[in-house]
């Protein structure tokens, strides 16, 4: 059995702001990017790593493969113009057995713990299906036509990345999908919609996406601490 990385880096950065995508904005003289990749990097589980990038930045990428000597890196795939066409495209480039592991995971996570990684991948080679997730710390309101209705937190979970399923179970969620015309939100709906019970594995707040320039501050304020302390 192989554990695959596919880790779709093809979006505009559009809500983010600025002439870079976010995931090429650099953070003590790294790369966003470069951070993610190093936990797929470091984590004895995985096998090879998929970066799937548009074509306008895939000369920025092959920089970063010479930069920091990747050795999981796979040739790698154009991204697709939404988020589940690049996912597809990194997926059918793969020569999976059934079984294999794929672990799909967004390219603006890049403070994923390597024990979550690890977890989660067992979880998956275990179940078939498993996503990390977060219990909600917060009070959650449900509100609609000026009616506010307080939902159980206990019951709601926080979905984060990586989703991982193997590779039967991603490949037949994706094409039900390309078939039907659907487009989810992140790979565990499409799963979860072929009738694929999907589970979860217990997430961290430190893996949170970097989206807006707050969450790159907060970004840098995290590195320049272990930096210091280091």
Request: hydrophobic residues 40%.
């Amino acid at each position: 059995m192989s554990v695959y990385a596919i880790i779709p880096a093809a979006g505009s950065g559009s809500r983010f702001g600025g002439p870079l995508p976010k995931q090429f904005v650099e953070v003590d003289g790294k790369p966003l990017l470069a951070y993610t990749l190093d936990v797929f990097e470091q984590s004895r589980l995985v096998d090879g790593i998929l970066v799937a990038v548009s074509p306008d930045f895939l000369a920025l990428r092959d920089q970063l493969m010479q930069r920091y000597g990747y050795k999981k890196l796979l040739p790698f795939t154009e991204g697709g113009a939404e988020r589940q066409e690049t996912v597809y495209k990194a997926l059918s480039s793969l020569n999976c057995e059934p079984d294999d592991i794929i672990a799909v995971h967004d390219a603006a996570r890049p403070l994923l713990p390597g024990n979550v990684l690890d977890a989660v991948l067992r979880s998956a080679s275990e179940t078939g299906s498993s996503v990390v997730g977060l219990k909600r710390p917060d009070t959650v309101v449900y509100q609609e036509g000026g009616m506010m209705k307080y939902l159980d937190r206990q019951a709601l979970i926080s979905v984060q990345t990586p989703q991982v399923f193997r590779y039967s179970v991603l490949l037949k969620a994706l094409t039900t999908a390309v078939t039907d015309g659907f487009t989810g939100t992140d790979e565990s709906m499409l799963v979860h919609r072929t009738g694929t019970e999907v589970h979860f594995t217990e997430g961290s707040p430190l893996n949170f996406k970097v989206t807006t320039t707050e969450d790159l501050e907060l970004f840098r304020a995290i590195i320049k601490s272990r930096t210091t302390h280091h």
